[in-house]
T-cell receptor, first 115, second 113 residues
Framework: GESVGLHLPTLSVQEGDNSIINCAYS??????FIWYKQESGKGPQFIID?????DKRQGQRVTVLLNKTVKHLSLQIAATQPGDSAVYFC??????????????FGKGTKLSVIP | ETGVTQTPRHLVMGMTNKKSLKCEQH?????MYWYKQSAKKPLELMFV???????ENNSVPSRFSPECPNSSHLFLHLHTLQPEDSALYLC????????????FGSGTRLTVV
């Protein structure tokens, strides 16, 4: 079946540098994507989302880019801080029929920030 | 606190035990979910409740039995589990089923021995 997945399982970044986390999706019908951050001992926390009618959306220090042509999603974190160390998941909103949608998650990328 | 509270945070149970996980939200959300998070696997949706009615059961074994007495509370009853059921069980809620606004709890770390 179609799924959402991540290119890199781990990423180490120097504090102050920018981080880029990538995600590939295969369901061309998906129209909504979300990035979550999960710190140790906590549940996933919403970071930023984007709808398929956009190709870029910016938040505070984060930017999500969507390339529908190649079914690729990325999360950019500017000036990475130690507090950004976590596992990052992309999620795809998939229509499951009868007016319902499901979130399908990627495997996750662990971001480690080097002080 | 995210507004979604799960108890207990940690649980160790034998394969013949019966236990329950509890989830509570006071965000006014109408939909609640159980997810399973295993090492090296993506988050897996288990059950979906909308206005306390079950709308999704993603082929979950019957040894997992959900219960949703009202829109604010969700339980996951466990019995005769297997060691491979050891995982982090996450509860989430959202204003409506699917789409946006998911809020997750911190999860229950379950170990089956």
């Amino acid at each position: 079946g179609e799924s959402v997945g991540l290119h890199l399982p781990t990423l180490s970044v120097q504090e102050g540098d920018n981080s880029i986390i990538n995600c590939a999706y295969s369901n061309s019908a998906s129209d909504y994507f979300i990035w979550y951050k999960q710190e140790s001992g906590k549940g996933p926390q919403f970071i930023i989302d984007i709808r398929s009618n956009m190709d870029k959306r910016q938040g505070q220090r984060v930017t999500v880019l969507l390339n529908k042509t190649v079914k690729h999603l990325s999360l950019q974190i500017a000036a990475t801080q130690p507090g950004d160390s976590a596992v990052y998941f992309c999620a795809e909103n998939v229509y499951s029929g009868a007016g319902s949608y499901q979130l399908t998650f990627g495997k996750g990328t662990k971001l480690s920030v080097i002080p | 606190e995210t507004g979604v509270t799960q108890t207990p945070r940690h649980l160790v149970m034998g394969m013949t035990n019966k236990k329950s996980l509890k989830c509570e939200q006071h965000l006014g959300h109408n939909a609640m979910y159980w997810y399973k998070q295993s090492a090296k696997k993506p988050l897996e949706l288990m059950f979906v409740y909308n206005f306390k009615e079950q709308t999704e059961n993603n082929s979950v074994p019957s040894r997992f039995s959900p219960e949703c007495p009202n829109s604010s509370h969700l339980f996951l009853h466990l019995h005769t589990l297997q060691p491979e059921d050891s995982a982090l069980y996450l509860c989430a809620s959202s204003p409506n089923v699917g789409r946006s606004g998911y809020t997750f709890g911190s999860g229950t770390r379950l170990t089956v021995v």
